[in-house]
C-alpha cells in the first residue's frame, strides 16, 4: 500500500547576484514559484565569487500523524517513508556526478509568494516570505554554524544524532528519491520539530569563499575549503507545478499483503522445505458489516486448535489434532483491526476437513465439546502436495477483474478482485455442473498502473524491500486495494500484473491490461 503527502511549503533561497552582477538576491523569496533550484557557482562575478541556491520543502506531517492514528497508516517500524522530488527539464546547463544534501531544517521558515528565479527581483522587504537571510519577515536564520554570519543560508540540523540524508547524480537529470522514515518517525513523535528539509549541493562541493568576504551583508558562506568547480543548475518541480505527478512529496510504503492459506491449505510433505509445510490462516472478526477487534483481547494474542471431522456434518469432532512438534495448541496474533493469524502445520493425514477452533489463551480446549470461549470455528478443505512431474514448464494464465468499473471517482478506495485461472484449465462434466470456478492464488503477484495516454507510470511496481504493491490472498483469490487519489482525474489508466516465477527466479508480466477512468462528478 502507498500513501502520497504532496509538499505544503517550499521556496528557493540564493545569494546568487541579479543580472546586473553587481547586487546579490540574498533578500529574494520564489515560494509562489513552479520549479525549485539548487546550484553553486564558483568565479562568475570574480576570480573567486561564491554564489548558492538553495531549497526549502515542507510537508503535512499533522496528517501523516492523524493518518497513524485512525490506523491508516502502520506503527513505527511496518512502514518506511521516501522523499520524491522530480526533476524539470531546462535550458541551462545541467551537472553532472555531483551529490546533493538533505537535512532537517531547524526553525520555522515563510514560503512567500515570490516567482523569480533569473533576475531576483522579488525581495521580500520585510513581507512574508523566506530568504538567503531571513527565515521569515520577523526572525534572521539563527543556530547553524555560521552565527557570526547571521546564520545565512538557512538553520539546519547537523549534529551526531540527526537524521541526515544525500543522494548522488551520475547524470545530473535523475529524481531524487531518499529514504527519509526516521526523520518523519522523528516528526510524527515530536522529538524533532517538523520544519521540513532543506536540499542543497552537498558542503564539499559547494564554491569556496574566504572569510572576509561580503561580511557586511552577510551574504557569503565562508567555505574556505570549497570547491573552485560550479554545479550549475539543478531544478525540481515544485509544489505549485501544473504537473500531478511531479509536486515533492513524501511516498508512505508498506506491505498490506494477506496471505490467508485457508484457500490453499496443505498437508505437511517431507518433499517440501519446513517453510512450505507452514499455512498461514486468518480469522476476520466483522461485526454489523465492519471489522472490529474483540473486546476482550484488543491487541492480544489467541490461540487455535486444530480438529477433525466430517465436511457433511459441518462440526469439528474429537481431539485437538497434534501439529508441528506435537503441540495440540498453537498461538495466534493480532494483524489489524479485527484481524487475526495463525500459522500451523500438520502432518498428512487423510483428513477430509479440518477445523480451526480460535479461543482465549487462558482456555484449554481438549476436544471440540469443551464450552470454554469459542471466538470462530473455521473450516479447510486440505490438499497434498502433487507428485513430482516431468517437467517445470511456465505456466500461463486468464485473469479477470471481476468487479472492475469503467469509472471512478478521485476519492474512491476501491478493491479489486482478480480472478486467475490457467489458460489450459480443462474443466470436466461434474465440475462444471456442481460448482463455480475457483480463483486460483498466486502467492506473489504484484500491480502496477499507468496512464494510457502517454504510458506514465503513476503506481509503478513496488516489489522491493517495501513489497508496498504486493496483492493479497484469501479462498476467494487475490485482491487488492486501490486508492484513486494517487490518480489525476480526467485520463484513462491501465493496470498490468506480475507474477514471480520460482522456477527462472523473475518476475513475469501477464499480458492483459484492464482499462477505467478516474473522473470528477460534476452532479
Same mark, same amino acid.
Given at each position: 500500500?502507498?500513501?502520497?503527502?504532496?509538499?505544503?511549503?517550499?521556496?528557493?533561497?540564493?545569494?546568487?547576484?541579479?543580472?546586473?552582477?553587481?547586487?546579490?538576491?540574498?533578500?529574494?523569496?520564489?515560494?509562489?514559484?513552479?520549479?525549485?533550484?539548487?546550484?553553486?557557482?564558483?568565479?562568475?562575478?570574480?576570480?573567486?565569487?561564491?554564489?548558492?541556491?538553495? @531549497?526549502?520543502? %515542507?510537508?503535512?506531517?499533522?496528517? @501523516?500523524?492523524?493518518?497513524?492514528?485512525?490506523?491508516?497508516?502502520?506503527?513505527?517500524?511496518?512502514?518506511?517513508?521516501?522523499? %520524491? *522530488?522530480?526533476?524539470?527539464?531546462?535550458?541551462?546547463?545541467?551537472?553532472?556526478?555531483?551529490?546533493?544534501?538533505?537535512?532537517?531544517?531547524? $526553525?520555522?521558515?515563510?514560503?512567500?509568494?515570490?516567482?523569480?528565479?533569473?533576475?531576483? #527581483?522579488?525581495?521580500?522587504?520585510?513581507?512574508?516570505?523566506?530568504?538567503?537571510?531571513?527565515?521569515?519577515?520577523?526572525?534572521?536564520?539563527?543556530?547553524?554554524?555560521?552565527?557570526?554570519?547571521?546564520?545565512?543560508?538557512?538553520?539546519?540540523?547537523?549534529?551526531?544524532?540527526?537524521? $541526515?540524508?544525500?543522494?548522488?547524480?551520475?547524470?545530473?537529470?535523475?529524481?531524487?528519491?531518499?529514504?527519509?522514515?526516521?526523520?518523519?518517525?522523528?516528526?510524527?513523535?515530536?522529538?524533532?520539530?517538523?520544519?521540513?528539509?532543506?536540499?542543497?549541493?552537498?558542503?564539499?562541493?559547494?564554491?569556496?569563499?574566504?572569510?572576509?568576504?561580503?561580511?557586511?551583508?552577510?551574504?557569503?558562506?565562508?567555505?574556505?575549503?570549497?570547491?573552485?568547480?560550479?554545479?550549475?543548475?539543478?531544478?525540481?518541480?515544485?509544489?505549485?507545478?501544473?504537473?500531478?505527478?511531479?509536486?515533492?512529496?513524501?511516498?508512505?510504503?508498506?506491505?498490506? &499483503?494477506?496471505?490467508? =492459506?485457508?484457500?490453499?491449505?496443505?498437508?505437511?510433505?517431507?518433499?517440501?522445505?519446513? =517453510?512450505?509445510?507452514?499455512?498461514?490462516?486468518?480469522?476476520?472478526?466483522?461485526?454489523?458489516?465492519?471489522?472490529?477487534?474483540?473486546?476482550?483481547?484488543?491487541?492480544?494474542?489467541?490461540?487455535?486448535?486444530?480438529?477433525?471431522?466430517?465436511?457433511?456434518?459441518?462440526?469439528?469432532?474429537?481431539?485437538?489434532?497434534? *501439529?508441528?512438534?506435537?503441540?495440540?495448541?498453537?498461538?495466534?496474533?493480532?494483524?489489524?483491526?479485527?484481524?487475526?493469524?495463525?500459522?500451523?502445520?500438520?502432518?498428512?493425514?487423510?483428513?477430509?476437513?479440518?477445523?480451526?477452533?480460535?479461543? #482465549?489463551?487462558? =482456555?484449554?480446549?481438549?476436544?471440540?465439546?469443551?464450552? &470454554?470461549?469459542?471466538?470462530?470455528?473455521?473450516?479447510? $478443505?486440505? *490438499?497434498?502436495?502433487?507428485?513430482?512431474?516431468?517437467?517445470?514448464?511456465?505456466?500461463?494464465?486468464?485473469?479477470?477483474?471481476?468487479?472492475? $468499473?469503467?469509472?471512478?471517482?478521485?476519492?474512491?478506495?476501491?478493491?479489486?478482485?482478480?480472478?486467475?485461472?490457467?489458460?489450459?484449465?480443462?474443466?470436466?462434466?461434474?465440475?462444471?455442473?456442481?460448482?463455480?470456478?475457483?480463483?486460483?492464488?498466486?502467492?506473489?503477484?504484484?500491480?502496477?498502473?499507468?496512464? @494510457?495516454?502517454?504510458?506514465?507510470?503513476?503506481?509503478?511496481?513496488?516489489?522491493?524491500?517495501?513489497?508496498?504493491? *504486493?496483492?493479497?490472498?484469501?479462498?476467494?483469490?487475490?485482491?487488492?486495494?486501490? =486508492?484513486?487519489?494517487?490518480?489525476?482525474?480526467?485520463?484513462?489508466?491501465?493496470?498490468?500484473?506480475?507474477?514471480?516465477?520460482?522456477?527462472?527466479?523473475?518476475?513475469?508480466?501477464?499480458?492483459?491490461?484492464?482499462?477505467?477512468?478516474?473522473?470528477?462528478?460534476?452532479?
Amino acid at each position: 500500500m502507498l500513501i502520497r503527502y504532496t509538499a505544503s511549503a517550499d521556496n528557493t533561497i540564493v545569494n546568487a547576484f541579479q543580472l546586473n552582477l553587481k547586487t546579490r538576491g540574498t533578500g529574494a523569496s520564489a515560494g509562489a514559484a513552479d520549479v525549485l533550484e539548487t546550484f553553486s557557482i564558483y568565479g562568475r562575478q570574480t576570480t573567486s565569487s561564491q554564489e548558492l541556491s538553495r @531549497i526549502l520543502v %515542507q510537508f503535512p506531517v499533522s496528517k @501523516i500523524s492523524a493518518d497513524r492514528s485512525a490506523g491508516t497508516l502502520p506503527a513505527s517500524g511496518n512502514v518506511s517513508f521516501y522523499l %520524491q *522530488m522530480y526533476n524539470a527539464p531546462h535550458s541551462k546547463t545541467v551537472p553532472r556526478d555531483y551529490t546533493l544534501s538533505v537535512l532537517p531544517i531547524a $526553525q520555522a521558515w515563510q514560503e512567500g509568494d515570490g516567482l523569480d528565479l533569473e533576475g531576483y #527581483k522579488d525581495l521580500t522587504r520585510g513581507n512574508v516570505g523566506s530568504n538567503w537571510v531571513s527565515a521569515s519577515n520577523a526572525l534572521p536564520w539563527t543556530g547553524s554554524s555560521y552565527a557570526t554570519y547571521n546564520s545565512v543560508g538557512g538553520s539546519y540540523r547537523t549534529g551526531s544524532a540527526d537524521p $541526515q540524508y544525500s543522494a548522488n547524480f551520475p547524470i545530473g537529470t535523475e529524481n531524487l528519491e531518499v529514504d527519509i522514515t526516521s526523520l518523519v518517525e522523528h516528526w510524527i513523535a515530536g522529538t524533532i520539530s517538523n520544519y521540513g528539509v532543506g536540499v542543497h549541493v552537498s558542503s564539499s562541493l559547494e564554491a569556496s569563499a574566504s572569510v572576509g568576504d561580503n561580511v557586511s551583508n552577510h551574504a557569503v558562506l565562508p567555505l574556505t575549503g570549497g570547491a573552485t568547480d560550479s554545479y550549475y543548475t539543478k531544478r525540481f518541480f515544485g509544489r505549485t507545478s501544473q504537473y500531478f505527478y511531479f509536486k515533492p512529496n513524501i511516498e508512505a510504503r508498506w506491505d498490506s &499483503s494477506v496471505k490467508d =492459506d485457508r484457500g490453499s491449505f496443505y498437508l505437511s510433505s517431507s518433499r517440501a522445505p519446513s =517453510d512450505d509445510n507452514m499455512n498461514t490462516i486468518y480469522f476476520y472478526n466483522v461485526v454489523r458489516g465492519r471489522l472490529v477487534n474483540l473486546q476482550d483481547i484488543g491487541l492480544g494474542e489467541l490461540t487455535v486448535s486444530l480438529f477433525s471431522g466430517s465436511a457433511n456434518n459441518s462440526v469439528p469432532s474429537g481431539s485437538a489434532l497434534s *501439529m508441528y512438534n506435537s503441540a495440540v495448541v498453537v498461538t495466534g496474533g493480532y494483524v489489524s483491526t479485527g484481524i487475526y493469524s495463525c500459522s500451523v502445520c500438520i502432518p498428512s493425514s487423510s483428513y477430509n476437513t479440518l477445523y480451526d477452533v480460535w479461543f #482465549k489463551p487462558e =482456555d484449554k480446549i481438549a476436544s471440540a465439546e469443551d464450552s &470454554s470461549t469459542q471466538y470462530f470455528t473455521g473450516a479447510v $478443505q486440505p *490438499m497434498v502436495l502433487n507428485e513430482g512431474g516431468m517437467s517445470s514448464g511456465q505456466p500461463k494464465y486468464y485473469l479477470s477483474i471481476s468487479n472492475l $468499473q469503467p469509472q471512478y471517482a478521485p476519492n474512491d478506495t476501491v478493491r479489486m478482485n482478480l480472478f486467475v485461472r490457467q489458460k489450459n484449465w480443462s474443466p470436466t462434466i461434474y465440475t462444471v455442473a456442481n460448482s463455480t470456478v475457483k480463483s486460483q492464488a498466486i502467492p506473489s503477484a504484484s500491480y502496477r498502473v499507468y496512464r @494510457i495516454l502517454d504510458g506514465y507510470e503513476a503506481v509503478p511496481y513496488g516489489t522491493g524491500s517495501d513489497n508496498h504493491t *504486493m496483492l493479497s490472498y484469501d479462498v476467494g483469490g487475490n485482491y487488492f486495494n486501490l =486508492d484513486m487519489q494517487l490518480l489525476q482525474p480526467g485520463y484513462g489508466y491501465g493496470i498490468k500484473f506480475s507474477f514471480y516465477d520460482d522456477v527462472i527466479d523473475s518476475w513475469q508480466e501477464q499480458g492483459q491490461s484492464f482499462k477505467f477512468r478516474v473522473e470528477n462528478y460534476e452532479y
